[in-house]
């Protein structure tokens, strides 16, 4: 006969109390190993969740009536996602795995925005035991290109709103920047006109708009998940040509080279050219050569060379420049001049020097401008003015300039 069977109820219920403190004693007690963490996750990638429950059998032999099983638990929605390794949940993307007896992993597939919340590991003991983690889905930013500013045209004066839209999870942040690393002007502002490299925001007002001010400016989207991304958007700025001749009187030695120069801006990009002072234009051959180099996005230096001055050479020439909106000139005017006696120069010794080229090619220095609103700039006007015409109005310096080339012609 069986011991036990003799003992009755109460020695059995004995028994069973040592035997549950005794699963304390040892730690039996199914219980989690590490806590659940968190996972933040950009959308489309795969999350999982471990849950380490240790003891999970001991519990099972004990003899209890319930079964404890680990089980999956979406806690905003209360929907049971999983137990042991079935999914429960009608959702593909879903699975468990389950692996070193202790070890249950719930695996996301190609997260989506919705399976963001709280998520619960749950083991179905009495009272049951659960631990909970957030699992955060992130966007990386995107342009919306339909809400986003193209490239833009506006004439200097005028104003430009550059608006850039990002979506993306946390909502990205704009930043603006100019591509050249140039300054970003507001002038509307309550503070009047401030000056930045970047600044913040979807609306960049650009108001009283002016040539320097043309470029590319970049909106950056950034939220913290990669990739950031960008749209670049062109701001031209349209004006009048401007001339600005810096050397409009020249002199040079018959049977020399010389090089007349015109700076030019224009935008939209103008077509420039040279001509006579009759008008007749000038192409490039042995006598001529023309060149342009741009100095920046609008600006452009106009060179003519004349090789082998004679006497037919001298007189006016003309750059012109001429764009959508209108065109400009600048007059040079060339004029025959004896190579000065070197040694006399010497001696003389004075308080200025000049360049050995400008001694023989140019005369008289300073900025011509013509045709645009900058004129008030324009130190003199109306170029084949002779030097001794010209020489009143300017600055010392160039009137000891223009007297000794007078010394030198006389
Ligand atoms: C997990 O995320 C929740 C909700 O965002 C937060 O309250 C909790 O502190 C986080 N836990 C840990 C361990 O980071
Ligand atoms: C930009 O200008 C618009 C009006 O054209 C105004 O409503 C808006 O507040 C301005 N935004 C900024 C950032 O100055
Ligand atoms: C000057 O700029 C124009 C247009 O921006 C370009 O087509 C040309 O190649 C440039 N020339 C030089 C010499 O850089």
């Keep these: 006969m069986a011991t036990h069977a003799q003992g009755g109820p109460l020695a059995r219920l004995l028994v069973l109390a040592v035997l549950h403190v005794n699963f304390i004693a040892l730690g039996l007690e199914p219980d989690f190993l590490y806590p ?12 999982m969740f471990t849950c380490v429950v240790n003891n999970l059998g001991g519990y099972r032999v004990s003899g209890d009536s319930a079964t404890a099983r680990v089980a999956w638990i979406k806690a905003d929605t209360k929907a049971i996602l999983a137990i042991h390794e079935h999914v429960i949940t009608n959702n593909a993307r879903l699975s468990v795995t389950h692996n070193d007896y202790n070890t249950w992993t719930l695996n996301i597939r190609g997260v989506k925005r919705e399976d963001r919340g709280q998520y ?108 950031s991304v960008s749209k670049r958007i062109m701001l031209h ?18 049977g020399t080279d010389v090089t007349l120069q015109c700076h030019v801006e224009a935008s939209p990009k103008a077509i420039n050219y040279w001509t006579r002072e009759n008008g007749e234009m000038i192409i490039s051959n042995d006598k001529y050569q023309m060149t342009e180099i741009n100095s920046s996005a609008y600006s452009v230096q106009m060179r003519l060379v004349i ?35 070197r040694k006399s120069r010497d001696d003389d010794d004075g308080d200025f020097s000049i360049e050995e080229t400008n001694d023989v090619r140019s005369s008289l220095q300073g900025p011509l401008r013509e045709g645009g609103p900058r004129d008030e700039d324009a130190s003199f006007l109306g170029g084949g003015a002779p030097p001794s015409a010209a020489a009143t109005p300017l600055a010392p310096k160039f009137f000891l300039i223009t007297a000794l080339i007078l010394a030198t012609i006389c």
């Design 237 to 254: 700025v349209h004006f009048h040509p401007l001339v600005q001749v810096p050397n409009q009187l020249v002199g040079a030695p018959t």
């Design 307 to 341: 090789r082998n001055i004679q006497r037919s050479d001298l007189g006016g020439y003309k750059c012109i420049s001429k764009n959508s909106i209108g065109d400009a000139e600048g007059n040079i005017r060339l004029y025959e001049m004896e190579l000065p006696n």
């Design 120 to 227: 619960m590991c749950q083991v179905n003991t009495d009272p049951m035991k659960m631990q909970t983690a957030f699992l955060e889905v992130v966007i990386p930013p995107d342009i919306i290109y339909e809400e986003t500013s193209g490239d833009m045209m506006v004439p200097e004066g005028g104003s430009a709103k550059l608006v850039c839209k990002a979506r993306g999870y946390p909502p990205p942040k704009i930043v603006w920047r100019r591509e050249d690393g140039g300054d970003i002007i507001s002038r509307g502002g309550p503070q009047g006109k401030t000056k930045v490299t970047s600044l913040e925001g979807e609306i960049v007002n650009l108001t009283k708009v002016t040539r320097s001010e043309m470029g590319a400016y970049l909106c950056i989207a950034a939220n913290g998940v990669p990739p």
């Design 36 to 47: 659940l963490e968190n996972v933040t996750i950009a959308q489309g990638r795969d999350a």
